[in-house]
């Protein structure tokens, strides 16, 4: 069975440039998530969506950054206008709700440079 | 808020060694534990999890028991090996279903 997949894996861009990120949770998996791991730290989440539905979103800078998930399986997380501290690597995650929260299923992350 | 705090690191240790990660959290409420690892070029994993108070989560030779008396989820293995080199992340999940992460701490095990 395939995994959590995200694209592209690195990303280099300019500040003040969009970037958009790309998931695809596990098959059946109607809980996906969008964290950020900073260099050296353990990641912070930015949204949880259950299908289609955004539940979660306190901890995402809506001033630049979005997501949807429109048919409650694939996921896009969009940044715009890019800045400097926007660095870091985002990983997509997905888990089926019934197992319960923590046993989340990660993406191998996108890694992403703003220079 | 919730919180999880893991001991400086690197770690680095001799094959067959005995292994010791501490974690401790903060948390309201009986949230659930868990330990994540990263091996490199890989994504996440989860590796072991306790759910409620004096539960041993355990696999691939890696133990943590929830100790609620003293709010800590420490990670063991008795003897390491070169292929547990790796990132492990210990995490918390309570009752806002967010599941809140450590800083990590990077293992490397030398043969």
């Known amino acids: 069975e395939a995994g959590v997949v995200q694209s592209p894996r690195y990303k280099i861009i300019e500040k003040k440039q969009p970037v958009a990120f790309w998931c695809n949770p596990i098959?059946?998996?109607?809980?996906l998530y969008w964290y950020r791991q900073n260099l050296g730290q353990g990641p912070e989440l930015l949204i949880r969506?259950?299908?289609?539905?955004?539940?979660?979103d306190s901890q995402l800078p809506k001033d630049r950054f979005s997501a949807e998930r429109l048919k409650g399986v694939d996921s896009t997380l969009k940044i715009q206008p890019a800045e400097l501290g926007d660095s870091a690597v985002y990983l997509c995650?997905?888990?089926?709700?019934?197992?319960?929260?923590?046993?989340?299923?990660f993406g191998e992350g996108s890694r992403l440079t703003v220079l | 808020g919730d919180s999880v705090t893991q001991m400086e690191g690197p770690v680095t240790l001799s094959e067959e060694a005995f292994l010791t990660i501490n974690c401790t959290y903060t948390?309201?409420?009986?949230?659930?534990l868990f330990w994540y690892v990263q091996y490199p070029g890989e994504g996440l994993q989860l590796l072991l999890k306790?759910?409620?108070?004096?539960d041993k989560g355990s696999n691939k030779g890696f133990e943590a028991t929830y100790r609620k008396e003293t709010t800590s989820f420490h990670l063991e293995k008795g003897s390491v090996q070169v292929s547990d080199s790796a990132v492990y992340f210990c995490?918390?999940?309570?009752?806002?279903?967010?599941?809140?992460f450590g800083k990590g701490i990077t293992l490397s095990v030398r043969p």
């Open positions: 995650a997905s888990s089926l709700s019934r197992l319960g929260v923590g046993e989340l299923f």
């Open positions: 098959s059946g998996h109607n809980t």
């Open positions: 969506y259950e299908n289609e539905e955004a539940v979660d």
């Open positions: 948390a309201t409420g009986y949230p659930s």
């Open positions: 306790a759910t409620k108070a004096d």
């Open positions: 995490a918390l999940s309570a009752a806002n279903s967010k599941l809140t």
